[in-house]
Structures are given as structure tokens and as C-alpha cells.
């Protein structure tokens, strides 16, 4: 066939590494001392001291090329001067920070995260811009007391060229799209096994790089009564960006003989954050889930009879979170049960969600703070040891894609606050209170997800684990993305 392109867990479980050589025909493709403190002059100085050594040692003019041979090693137990010895200075001098704000001491805290932003390079090591990206997260809240449950600056700044780089380098760079997709595809394919008229409501479509390989993989499992038909409805909140999506799959699904429809339903824009990277202002993924619940159960979302409906909810589920409101003992997910009832309603054939492993939603800011560092210390550590030293793209997805989630972790409140991740947990209690029950992802979805890690991202480093019914995607013991299938 002629191939086409198309731009905690329980420490019981057994971790698997990606070494697999199985085949697929899917797969084408605490908290430390303050400043105020006795150390307070050593942190100082020591920051001084770091910044003249690394300016010292540069040689290349070019920030670009700027970086370091030697990395930090968490099991070295005597790291090498210079910003190796940053790397744990740097991330208590944080944590100070953090610490200063949520005590109140903001002059204090702004003298630490400027400090922290002059030291720390955007170029350096993983350790060196991970700090980078959190002091200015820090810096921004400082900055902006009165502006916490506004839109992000930055965001609402970046262009939608820079947004739809960094998402396609997200995507090319680092497999943590790429198995969402791919083993959503997999429940998403076996559950509409045999079926003959096949419907896709895709939420937060964006440029629909996950449906290639599915169209793909439908048209070789064909048999003599030809393929099924396709629809996908893709949902966003840029018509013209899902209509050149739409244009662009017809084209692809057309070349596979496929009969396929794509039907654009554009979903309410509000004044508070997206994350996706079409939109070219600040914009929210939903204004209210009120407004998209009754886009499901109104004109604007067809179900044809005799067809079987797949709901695909990747990196989605987290942007319907809100605060938690204690007057009506709201735990902050009403209106996303709201909606998961109104998806219960249609009666698919199967709902697939991937979210990140990670605890972001705590409304306590200094708790916030900690899980973020953590979970994007390992984010970083994963690009550092795969990706080149001079990698553009790593650079975009650090400073445009990833910078932005951190700063909208960081430095926003309230509705402000869009990147409420949750760990599996959280998803599975609240997709079984909607009515929900799992529907296994088979050991093929976990064959392919080693594959796509041996094929495209061979390190160590990658591993997949199975628990219960879910599957996880970490770097090194840390799981950072999950996938589960429901029905």
C-alpha cells in the first residue's frame, strides 16, 4: 500500500521495558530553610559565584549553542562544581520562593526569584532551564498580584505560529502524544471491530494528527464487503483551523478509499486560557461546560442511525476542572460531571481518555507548587537525555509548550487556571460516578506502545507499566502520562 504523511503508582507493579520487538499494523508511522535564614548570604554568594563560573566558561557566543557535557546525576554523590551544583541549589532557592509567597513575604520572595532568573540559563542543562522556567513563572505571579485569575501574558502573546510549532515539535520530539494517540486509536479500533458505520466525536481536534494512522489501519483491516465509513466530528475553537483539518484528513482518507465525512463543532471561546495551539489569543477551551453539554444534546452534534459513536477525550478532561467551592461543597467537577453524563447519554461504543500523571489542581498554592516541580524536573531529565544539545525543537517545547503549562500552574488562580491535571485516580472515580465502567486495553495497545518507544524513541529511560485497566507512559520510576478506555 502506498504510505502517506500527515503533518503514584503502587510500587508492586512491574515495569516494562520498551525493548519489544512485537509488530503492529496500527503503527505506520520538607519545605527547606527561607532566606532569611542563616544560609540566606550562602545561597547568595553561591548563586554569585555560579553565575561568574558559567559566564567565565563560555565560549560560544551563540546562546544557542550554549550548553553543558556534564549532567546532574541523581546517584553522584559528589557533583562536579559549577551549574551541576546549581541544579540542588537552585531547586531550594525555589522552593524558598515558593515558600515566601505562600507565607506572605513577597518583598523576599521577589529578591530570590530575581536572583534565580539572572542565574539560571534558558540554555544550559535540563536542571539549569527547568529553573529558568519556574523563576519566571514565580517572577510573573510577583509581578502581577492582581492579574492571578487573568489571562496568561505570555500566552495570549505567543502567536498561534509559535503555538502550532511547538505543538507539532511536541508531537515529533517526545512520545508522549504520539502513545496517547496511538493507544487510543488501538481501544478505539477494537471496540468498533465489525462495525460498519463508524462515528469519531473528538474533542480539542486541533490539526488532527492523531487520525491518520486510525484511517490507515481501517482500510487494511478491510475485508470483502469493503471498508466502514468514517465520520469525525472535531470539535475546537478555531472553525477555520478544523476546517483546513477536515480538508486535510478528507484528502488523506480519500487516497485510502475510504468513505469518510469530518463535521467541524466549534465550541464557545471565554476571556480565560486554551491550550490549544490554534488559537491565537488567551482563550478557554469552554466557557461554561453548560454551553458544550448542550451542544451534545442539540443540532450542532448528529448521531446517524445505525452508526456506533467512539468519544475521544485526550489531554481534555483537565481544562473542565474549576476551583473548589466550599459554600456549595463543590468539589470543583460538577460541571464536568455534568458533561460526562451528557457523553453517557450518547451511549458510545467506547470513551478514550489520556491525561498526564500529575497533581495539579490542589487549590493550595505552595502544594501546587512542589507537584509541578517534580513532575516537570522528570519532563526535562527525558528531553535532556534524548534530544541533541542544540535541538530547536526541544527549545520550543521547553520555552513555548511546557513554559506555558508551568506558568499557568504557577503564576495563575482561580479561572485564571486552566492546567488542573489530576492523576488516574481522580479520572477513574469520576468517570465511574458518571456511569462509566473500564474497558480494558488489551496487551496488542501495550505491544504497539513498546514498538512506537523502540522504532522512534530508543532509550532506556522510556518505560511502560499496565495497571489495572490502564496503561502508563513514564521516564525512569515516574509515570507521566496515562491512557484508560471506558464504556
Same mark, same amino acid.
Given at each position: 500500500?502506498?504510505?502517506?504523511?500527515?503533518?503514584?503508582?503502587?510500587?508492586?507493579?512491574?515495569?516494562?521495558?520498551?525493548?519489544?520487538?512485537?509488530? =503492529?499494523?496500527?503503527?505506520?508511522?520538607?519545605?527547606?530553610?527561607?532566606?532569611?535564614?542563616?544560609?540566606?548570604?550562602?545561597?547568595?554568594?553561591?548563586?554569585?559565584?555560579?553565575?561568574?563560573?558559567?559566564?567565565?566558561?563560555?565560549?560560544?557566543?551563540?546562546?544557542?549553542?550554549?550548553?553543558?557535557?556534564?549532567?546532574?546525576?541523581?546517584?553522584?554523590?559528589?557533583?562536579?562544581?559549577?551549574?551541576?551544583?546549581?541544579?540542588?541549589?537552585?531547586?531550594?532557592?525555589?522552593?524558598?520562593?515558593?515558600?515566601?509567597?505562600?507565607?506572605?513575604?513577597?518583598?523576599?520572595?521577589?529578591?530570590?526569584?530575581?536572583?534565580?532568573?539572572?542565574?539560571?540559563?534558558?540554555?544550559?542543562? =535540563?536542571?539549569?532551564?527547568?529553573?529558568?522556567?519556574?523563576?519566571?513563572?514565580?517572577?510573573?505571579?510577583?509581578?502581577?498580584?492582581?492579574?492571578?485569575?487573568?489571562?496568561?501574558?505570555?500566552?495570549?502573546?505567543? =502567536?498561534?505560529?509559535?503555538?502550532?510549532? =511547538?505543538?507539532?515539535?511536541?508531537?515529533?520530539?517526545?512520545?508522549?502524544?504520539?502513545?496517547?494517540?496511538?493507544?487510543?486509536?488501538?481501544?478505539?479500533?477494537?471496540?468498533?471491530?465489525?462495525?460498519?458505520?463508524?462515528?469519531?466525536?473528538?474533542?480539542?481536534?486541533?490539526?488532527?494528527?492523531?487520525?491518520?494512522?486510525?484511517?490507515?489501519?481501517?482500510?487494511?483491516?478491510?475485508?470483502?464487503?469493503?471498508?466502514?465509513?468514517?465520520?469525525?466530528?472535531?470539535?475546537?475553537?478555531?472553525?477555520?483551523?478544523?476546517?483546513?483539518?477536515?480538508?486535510?484528513?478528507?484528502?488523506?482518507?480519500?487516497?485510502?478509499?475510504?468513505?469518510?465525512?469530518?463535521?467541524?463543532?466549534?465550541?464557545?471561546?471565554?476571556?480565560?486560557?486554551?491550550?490549544?495551539?490554534?488559537?491565537?489569543?488567551?482563550?478557554?477551551?469552554?466557557?461554561?461546560?453548560?454551553?458544550?453539554?448542550?451542544?451534545?444534546?442539540?443540532?450542532?452534534?448528529?448521531?446517524?442511525?445505525?452508526?456506533?459513536?467512539?468519544?475521544?477525550?485526550?489531554?481534555?478532561?483537565?481544562?473542565?476542572?474549576?476551583?473548589?467551592?466550599?459554600?456549595?461543597?463543590?468539589?470543583?467537577?460538577?460541571?464536568?460531571?455534568?458533561?460526562?453524563?451528557?457523553?453517557?447519554?450518547?451511549?458510545?461504543?467506547?470513551?478514550?481518555?489520556?491525561?498526564?500523571?500529575?497533581?495539579?489542581?490542589?487549590?493550595?498554592?505552595?502544594?501546587?507548587?512542589?507537584?509541578?516541580?517534580?513532575?516537570?524536573?522528570?519532563?526535562?531529565?527525558?528531553?535532556?537525555?534524548?534530544?541533541?544539545?542544540?535541538?530547536?525543537?526541544?527549545?520550543?517545547?521547553?520555552?513555548? /509548550?511546557?513554559?506555558?503549562?508551568?506558568?499557568?500552574?504557577?503564576?495563575?488562580?482561580?479561572?485564571?487556571?486552566?492546567?488542573?491535571?489530576?492523576?488516574?485516580?481522580?479520572?477513574?472515580?469520576?468517570?465511574?460516578?458518571?456511569?462509566?465502567?473500564?474497558?480494558?486495553?488489551?496487551?496488542?495497545?501495550?505491544?504497539?506502545?513498546?514498538?512506537?518507544?523502540?522504532?522512534?524513541?530508543?532509550?532506556?529511560?522510556?518505560?511502560?507499566?499496565?495497571?489495572?485497566?490502564?496503561?502508563?507512559?513514564? /521516564?525512569?520510576?515516574?509515570?507521566?502520562?496515562?491512557?484508560?478506555? /471506558?464504556?
Amino acid at each position: 500500500m502506498q504510505t502517506h504523511q500527515f503533518q503514584s503508582l503502587h510500587p508492586s507493579l512491574t515495569l516494562l521495558s520498551s525493548s519489544s520487538h512485537s509488530k =503492529s499494523i496500527l503503527f505506520s508511522v520538607s519545605l527547606l530553610a527561607s532566606l532569611s535564614s542563616p544560609h540566606h548570604h550562602s545561597h547568595l554568594e553561591m548563586l554569585s559565584s555560579l553565575k561568574s563560573h558559567e559566564e567565565g566558561d563560555q565560549e560560544d557566543p551563540d546562546p544557542h549553542n550554549h550548553h553543558h557535557q556534564q549532567r546532574s546525576n541523581p546517584h553522584q554523590p559528589n557533583p562536579p562544581h559549577g551549574l551541576i551544583s546549581l541544579s540542588a541549589h537552585a531547586r531550594q532557592l525555589l522552593i524558598s520562593c515558593a515558600e515566601r509567597i505562600h507565607c506572605g513575604d513577597l518583598p523576599t520572595a521577589r529578591r530570590t526569584a530575581s536572583l534565580l532568573s539572572a542565574a539560571a540559563s534558558p540554555y544550559g542543562d =535540563s536542571a539549569d532551564r527547568l529553573t529558568h522556567q519556574f523563576a519566571r513563572a514565580l517572577s510573573l505571579r510577583l509581578d502581577s498580584p492582581s492579574r492571578l485569575a487573568s489571562p496568561s501574558p505570555s500566552a495570549a502573546s505567543s =502567536s498561534s505560529e509559535a503555538l502550532q510549532s =511547538s505543538y507539532l515539535s511536541l508531537n515529533q520530539v517526545t512520545p508522549f502524544l504520539r502513545f496517547a494517540h496511538l493507544t487510543a486509536n488501538q481501544a478505539i479500533l477494537e471496540a468498533l471491530d465489525g462495525c460498519r458505520r463508524i462515528h469519531i466525536l473528538d474533542f480539542d481536534t486541533s490539526h488532527g494528527v492523531q487520525w491518520p494512522p486510525l484511517l490507515q489501519a481501517i482500510a487494511e483491516r478491510s475485508n470483502a464487503d469493503g471498508p466502514p465509513s468514517i465520520r469525525i466530528t472535531g470539535t475546537g475553537t478555531d472553525l477555520s483551523v478544523l476546517r483546513r483539518t477536515g480538508d486535510r484528513l478528507q484528502t488523506f482518507a480519500h487516497s485510502l478509499g475510504l468513505q469518510f465525512q469530518f463535521h467541524p463543532l466549534l465550541l464557545p471561546i471565554s476571556s480565560t486560557n486554551s491550550s490549544s495551539p490554534s488559537s491565537s489569543t488567551s482563550t478557554s477551551i469552554l466557557s461554561t461546560t453548560t454551553t458544550t453539554t448542550t451542544n451534545l444534546t442539540s443540532s450542532s452534534f448528529q448521531l446517524h442511525p445505525g452508526e456506533t459513536l467512539a468519544v475521544n477525550c485526550v489531554l481534555f478532561l483537565h481544562k473542565l476542572l474549576q476551583d473548589q467551592d466550599s459554600r456549595s461543597e463543590d468539589d470543583g467537577s460538577r460541571e464536568l460531571r455534568a458533561f460526562l453524563q451528557a457523553v453517557k447519554a450518547l451511549n458510545p461504543a467506547a470513551v478514550t481518555v489520556a491525561e498526564r500523571e500529575a497533581s495539579h489542581n490542589s487549590p493550595i498554592f505552595l502544594q501546587r507548587f512542589m507537584e509541578a516541580l517534580d513532575y516537570y524536573t522528570v519532563v526535562f531529565e527525558s528531553l535532556e537525555a534524548t534530544l541533541p544539545p542544540r535541538s530547536q525543537e526541544r527549545l520550543a517545547v521547553e520555552q513555548v /509548550w511546557l513554559g506555558r503549562e508551568i506558568e499557568d500552574i504557577i503564576a495563575r488562580e482561580g479561572e485564571g487556571r486552566r492546567e488542573r491535571h489530576e492523576r488516574i485516580a481522580r479520572w477513574e472515580g469520576l468517570m465511574r460516578g458518571a456511569g462509566f465502567s473500564n474497558l480494558p486495553l488489551s496487551p496488542f495497545a501495550l505491544s504497539q506502545a513498546k514498538l512506537l518507544l523502540r522504532l522512534h524513541y530508543p532509550s532506556e529511560g522510556y518505560q511502560l507499566q499496565m495497571a489495572g485497566d490502564s496503561i502508563f507512559l513514564g /521516564w525512569q520510576n515516574k509515570a507521566l502520562f496515562s491512557v484508560s478506555s /471506558w464504556r
